[in-house]
């Protein structure tokens, strides 16, 4: 039997046995930690770990560690019961690239003469989300480390460092951030007790609590709604059509930093000279043409509604996020979010016809967050 096949042999019965155990504390930890780490700020759990002594210190630069060799972003090592058995590892960690992945990696203080420690022997390294440096936090006598997939408070993950008996380690996640969102009922417009609905049906609302984030060194972009395709009847004449968010040649996440509407059967090209100035910040426009018209008077007839509307000046398509939806009978309707981030807060409804753009009213998204009990993929073993 190769070492292969008994790592899997002695996950599974470890898992196995303690599963229902496991299950039951579980719940009762994400319930107790999402107190502490649902509200940022309000309340704060101890850090276990400490800075190393300078004999620990000493072990760490002669081992030559690859996570403390650079770094885009962050790196460190500290000391800390990794795994609960009462004695401290070196845990050290490295957040770096244009995705800001963070690894971590073990090592267990070890000695081969006179009980004195005198070498690192890594016990495995592992990714651990992004942007934020994993850590340590105490709970009842227990560590747990912290991260997040997602690079915010929301993706968060509490896991466990745990020693098996073949001396591998796993992690195993106990506890992840789950958001929610509620709108709510102010405004009783047809339209908007439409769109209240979908934001309201658990089974289908997750584009109304996804946040596009692809790259980690810009803010969030907002909620995955304001970034899928948007076609149909969009000013209600009976001309369905696709408008096409149009950034940067060849680029994967045009859609999302986006420079130009336009509309089109396929996506219309874009004059060179346009996408350069685009590149020294312009400013977000309707391609020029009289295939773009239609949606550029469109447009600025909503400004000049939402204008008077909010006593401010806005300029459609330079500020704000939108998505078009269907309610009351088919027509169409767009919601625009001025918000920085767009994440719901305020969600400006807007319908459109061959004669004006009328100003239908505002739906706001609140989101909450806690920590459940992970049930799936909770556990990883640490590479060597």
Same mark, same amino acid.
């Given at each position: 039997?190769?070492?292969?096949?008994?790592?899997?042999?002695?996950?599974?019965?470890?898992?196995?046995?303690?599963?229902?155990?496991?299950?039951?504390?579980?719940?009762?930890?994400?319930?107790?930690?999402?107190?502490?780490?649902?509200?940022?700020?309000?309340?704060?759990?101890?850090?276990?770990?400490?800075?190393?002594?300078?004999?620990?210190? %000493?072990?760490? =630069?002669?081992?030559?560690? $690859?996570?403390?060799? #650079? +770094?885009?972003?962050? &790196?460190?090592?500290? *000391?800390?019961?990794?795994?609960?058995?009462?004695?401290?590892?070196?845990?050290?960690?490295?957040?770096?690239?244009?995705?800001?992945?963070?690894?971590?990696?073990?090592?267990?203080?070890?000695?081969?003469?006179?009980?004195?420690?005198?070498?690192?022997?890594?016990?495995?390294?592992?990714?651990?989300?992004?942007?934020?440096?994993?850590?340590?936090?105490?709970?009842?006598?227990?560590?747990?480390?912290?991260?997040?997939?997602?690079?915010?408070?929301?993706?968060?993950?509490?896991? %466990?460092?745990? =020693?098996?008996?073949?001396? $591998?380690?796993?992690? #195993? +996640?106990?506890?992840? &951030?789950?958001?929610? *969102?509620?709108?709510?009922?102010?405004?009783?417009?047809?339209?908007?007790?439409?769109?209240?609905?979908?934001?309201?049906?658990?089974?289908?609302?997750?584009?109304?609590?996804?946040?596009?984030?692809?790259?980690?060194?810009?803010?969030?972009?907002?909620?995955?709604?304001?970034?899928?395709?948007?076609?149909?009847?969009?000013?209600?004449?009976?001309?369905?059509?696709?408008?096409?968010?149009?950034?940067?040649?060849?680029?994967?996440?045009?859609?999302?930093?986006?420079?130009?509407?336009?509309?089109?059967?396929?996506?219309?090209?874009?004059?060179?000279?346009?996408?350069?100035?685009?590149?020294?910040?312009?400013?977000?426009?309707?391609?020029?043409?009289?295939?773009?018209?239609?949606?550029?008077?469109?447009?600025?007839?909503?400004?000049?509604?939402?204008?008077?509307?909010?006593?401010?000046?806005?300029?459609?398509?330079?500020?704000?996020?939108?998505?078009?939806?269907?309610?009351?009978?088919?027509?169409?309707?767009?919601?625009?979010?001025?918000?920085?981030?767009?994440?719901?807060?305020?969600?400006?409804?807007?319908?459109?016809?061959?004669?004006?753009?009328?100003?239908?009213?505002?739906?706001?998204?609140?989101?909450?967050?806690?920590?459940?009990?992970?049930?799936?993929?909770?556990?990883?073993?640490?590479?060597?």
């Amino acid at each position: 039997m190769n070492n292969t096949i008994k790592k899997i042999i002695v996950i599974f019965f470890s898992t196995l046995c303690a599963a229902p155990a496991l299950a039951a504390s579980a719940n009762g930890i994400c319930s107790g930690l999402s107190e502490y780490l649902a509200n940022p700020g309000k309340l704060a759990l101890p850090d276990p770990a400490r800075t190393p002594n300078p004999l620990e210190q %000493q072990l760490i =630069k002669k081992s030559d560690i $690859e996570l403390l060799s #650079r +770094t885009d972003y962050d &790196m460190g090592a500290s *000391v800390v019961d990794t795994d609960n058995d009462g004695k401290n590892e070196i845990f050290v960690w490295n957040v770096d690239g244009t995705g800001r992945f963070a690894t971590i990696e073990i090592f267990e203080m070890t000695s081969e003469k006179n009980g004195h420690i005198d070498h690192l022997v890594s016990k495995g390294s592992i990714s651990s989300g992004v942007l934020v440096t994993p850590h340590f936090i105490r709970f009842k006598g227990v560590n747990y480390l912290v991260s997040t997939d997602t690079g915010d408070q929301e993706g968060l993950r509490v896991s %466990q460092i745990e =020693k098996l008996e073949n001396g $591998e380690y796993q992690l #195993r +996640t106990l506890c992840n &951030m789950t958001t929610v *969102v509620t709108p709510d009922a102010q405004c009783r417009h047809p339209a908007c007790k439409e769109l209240q609905h979908q934001m309201a049906n658990k089974s289908s609302n997750a584009r109304f609590i996804d946040v596009e984030w692809p790259h980690k060194y810009f803010a969030p972009a907002g909620l995955a709604t304001y970034f899928e395709e948007a076609d149909g009847d969009f000013d209600n004449t009976g001309q369905s059509s696709t408008i096409w968010r149009i950034g940067r040649e060849d680029y994967a996440f045009e859609n999302i930093y986006w420079d130009f509407l336009g509309l089109g059967e396929e996506k219309p090209p874009v004059d060179q000279k346009l996408h350069a100035e685009a590149e020294k910040g312009s400013g977000r426009r309707v391609l020029p043409g009289h295939q773009h018209e239609r949606l550029s008077n469109v447009l600025n007839q909503q400004s000049a509604t939402l204008s008077s509307q909010l006593q401010q000046t806005i300029t459609l398509p330079k500020q704000g996020e939108f998505f078009l939806f269907q309610a009351n009978q088919g027509r169409t309707y767009w919601a625009w979010d001025f918000g920085g981030p767009p994440y719901g807060s305020e969600i400006h409804i807007m319908y459109t016809n061959a004669k004006r753009s009328d100003y239908i009213g505002v739906v706001r998204l609140a989101r909450s967050s806690f920590l459940e009990r992970c049930t799936s993929d909770c556990v990883t073993l640490l590479s060597r």
